[in-house]
T-cell receptor, first 116, second 114 residues
Framework: DGGITQSPKYLFRKEGQNVTLSCEQN?????MYWYRQDPGQGLRLIYY???????QKGDIAEGYSVSREKKESFPLTVTSAQKNPTAFYLC???????????????FGPGTRLTVL | KQEVTQIPAALSVPEGENLVLNCSFT??????LQWFRQDPGKGLTSLLL?????REQTSGRLNASLDKSSGRSTLYIAASQPGDSATYLC?????????????FGDGTTLTVKP
């Protein structure tokens, strides 16, 4: 089955701890994304990557870090510098189609992070 | 900066009714617009993607239209069913933002009553 997996489904963090959220895809997509969703709101982009070993900050990158060592994997670390990390985190991937605009985004099931 | 608005935030209809969800965007220089469905506590499922050169896309009971000049897209759902109850989000990928970035609306939460 092709798709995107995220783990864990639920994650609890104590204040001052760093935690890492996993995202893996077997769709052979070049681009991968991390979004944050707060209750009743749309998605806000944290980081994205269009190629291995390269990534760019999105709108709310402060307090987060990522790596892209493999095409299939794009882990997100929520650091202690993120002051309000409790949220639903979604990972997505897509092809890169440029002006043709055919790059449908496919999403994982999400990780719900709660700070205790 | 691209801004995407979805009105209303919530909508409740009786089963069988045809309905329209709205999505507005401020910058018409777009690559595409995508409609998603999100069930509570779940990820997003892609419903339809409209490229900037297209006017509409259809899948089953769903029809999405795009009018770039007015900065609007609509998602039409025919003969609504209780299983259609979910939050519907639109996302716009724009020329004038960082490459690869989509801007999402806050969504419309639809409830279809039996």
């Amino acid at each position: 089955d092709g798709g995107i997996t995220q783990s864990p489904k639920y994650l609890f963090r104590k204040e001052g701890q760093n935690v890492t959220l996993s995202c893996e895809q077997n769709l052979n997509h070049d681009a991968m994304y991390w979004y944050r969703q707060d209750p009743g709101q749309g998605l806000r982009l944290i980081y994205y990557s269009q190629i291995v070993n390269d990534f760019q900050k999105g709108d709310i990158a402060e307090g987060y870090s990522v790596s892209r060592e493999k095409k299939e994997s794009f882990p997100l670390t929520v650091t202690s510098a993120q002051k309000n990390p409790t949220a639903f985190y979604l990972c997505a991937s897509s092809i890169i189609s440029g002006p043709s605009g055919t790059d449908t985004q496919y999403f994982g099931p999400g990780t719900r992070l709660t700070v205790l | 900066k691209q801004e995407v608005t979805q009105i209303p935030a919530a909508l409740s209809v009786p089963e069988g009714e045809n309905l329209v969800l709205n999505c507005s965007f401020t910058d018409s220089a777009i690559y595409n617009l995508q409609w998603f469905r999100q069930d509570p506590g779940k990820g997003l499922t892609s419903l339809l993607l409209i490229q900037s050169s297209q006017r509409e896309q259809t899948s089953g009971r769903l029809n999405a239209s795009l009018d770039k000049s007015s900065g609007r897209s609509t998602l039409y759902i025919a003969a609504s069913q209780p299983g259609d109850s979910a939050t519907y989000l639109c996302a716009v990928r724009s020329y004038n933002t960082n490459a690869g970035k989509s801007t999402f609306g806050d969504g419309t939460t639809l409830t279809v009553k039996p």
